[in-house]
T-cell receptor, first 119, second 113 residues
């Protein structure tokens, strides 16, 4: 049973560029959340997708955008990269609903992240 | 002030010792409390979760929540070198699968053989 997979593993970009990170959720999961983890810090919530819509958003600028596809996979896009965007970007998946109802208390499972370095 | 405070350590203890890790929080709306373990170059792995106040035990791990003090703890008994990792506390207001998680900064733990 494949867990959460993220690609690429590492990425180096320069200031001002744009980047797209990808996430495939754990089998059976329908909800994807994205977090940013700066060095020496805990993960910070960026946003969450369920049924292809952004359900919640953290305190991140509009340069951060996302998408969820019908197969539940997701992308995180960051425009106009800044040096401060250098971080580990984590994707977490969970089971949010059964098609008709939200399901309670299903834990979020994390991938190993994409390490983004901005030069 | 951060919503969740966690001593970043580092914390070094000898093998076999009891380890105590703690977090405090300020948002009284938090209802679910989690502990994640993160090895170097890996994503966080859920160890335990508890709802509201009380204790929960799973093998060598015990999680405690005191909502009146806004204080949570994770105890590790008979610590092993394989327990060396960063431990993150996390919290959410409700159903934690569909809610954003608010994390502490993480405590870096080293178990010395």
């Amino acid at each position: 049973d494949a867990g959460v997979t993220q690609s690429p593993t590492h990425l180096i970009k320069t200031r001002g560029q744009q980047v797209t990170l990808r996430c495939s959720p754990k089998s059976g999961h329908d909800t994807v959340s994205w977090y940013q983890q700066a060095l020496g810090q805990g993960p910070q919530f960026i946003f969450q997708y369920y049924e292809e819509e952004e359900r919640q958003r953290g305190n991140f600028p509009d340069r951060f955008s996302g998408h969820q596809f019908p197969n539940y996979s997701s992308e995180l896009n960051v425009n106009a990269l800044l040096l401060g965007d250098s971080a580990l970007y984590l994707c977490a998946s969970s089971l949010g609903g059964d098609g008709a109802h939200l399901i309670s208390n299903q834990p979020q499972h994390f991938g190993d992240g994409t390490r983004l370095s901005i030069l | 002030q951060k919503e969740v405070e966690q001593d970043p350590g580092p914390l070094s203890v000898p093998e076999g010792a009891i380890v105590s890790l703690n977090c405090t929080y300020s948002n009284s709306a938090f209802q679910y409390f989690m502990w994640y373990r993160q090895y170097s170059r890996k994503g966080p792995e859920l160890l335990m979760y508890t709802y509201s106040s009380g204790n929960k035990e799973d093998g060598r791990f015990t999680a405690q929540v005191d909502k009146s003090s806004k204080y949570i703890s994770l105890f590790i008994r008979d610590s092993q070198p394989s327990d060396s990792a960063t431990y993150l506390c996390a919290m959410s207001r409700s159903n934690f699968g569909n809610e954003k998680l608010t994390f502490g900064t993480g405590t870096r733990l080293t178990i010395i053989p």
